[in-house]
């Protein structure tokens, strides 16, 4: 059931995420190949824009990687990762479910609970996905002690995006 909830919310907020994409992007061509079902080439045009740092591409990238078969789960991760620390709000809502549910490394729900606050905190929410935030955020937060809560809310607070160069 963990993993039903854990890929209910990846599809949902990549379609909310996703959804609103601006015309002409490289994001756009590789969201277009996907839709027809060319992954191949989605995952070629989404790496070429990752590699560029476009954290748009790179949470997309992360996104093809963890649902094409068979999963790279792994590399996907660091793309979210990479996505989650310039500032993508996707990106760090990922990263957060990843470390909730431990699907990559063990379950870290001090990091996951970090990550969530992060991106409660974006302007980039739509309702919908500020929504799947909360419910997160609020999940992982049953799962912490005081001391715990207490530190990830600090690093969430220090937390600044950084553009890669």
């Known amino acids: 059931m ?17 959804g609103a994409s601006a015309q002409g992007t490289s994001v756009d061509d590789a969201e277009a190949a996907y839709r027809r079902g060319d992954i191949g080439k989605a995952i070629a045009i989404a790496t ?12 997309l990238l992360a996104f093809y990687l963890y649902t094409k078969v068979p ?26 479910t ?7 490394t063990p ?10 606050l992060i991106a409660g ?4 929410l739509s309702e919908t996905a500020r929504n799947e935030v909360l419910k997160l955020t609020a999940e992982i937060r049953m799962k912490l002690a005081p001391d715990q809560i207490k530190m990830a809310q600090e ?10 160069r």
């Open 48 to 59: 070429d824009a990752a590699q560029r740092s476009d954290p748009r591409a790179q949470a």
């Open 121 to 124: 905190r974006s302007a980039q």
């Open 98 to 104: 990843q470390y909730f549910y431990g699907v990559v």
């Open 71 to 96: 999963p790279a789960p792994v590399e996907a991760m660091a793309w979210w990762r990479r996505a989650a620390e310039q500032g993508h709000a996707e990106g760090q809502f990922m990263l957060a």
């Open 107 to 116: 379950a870290d729900y001090a990091a996951a609970y970090k990550w969530a």
């Open 2 to 18: 963990r993993q039903f909830r854990h890929i209910a919310l990846i599809t949902v907020c990549v379609a909310t995420w996703h």
């Open 155 to 164: 690093e969430a607070v220090a937390f600044h995006p950084r553009p890669e």
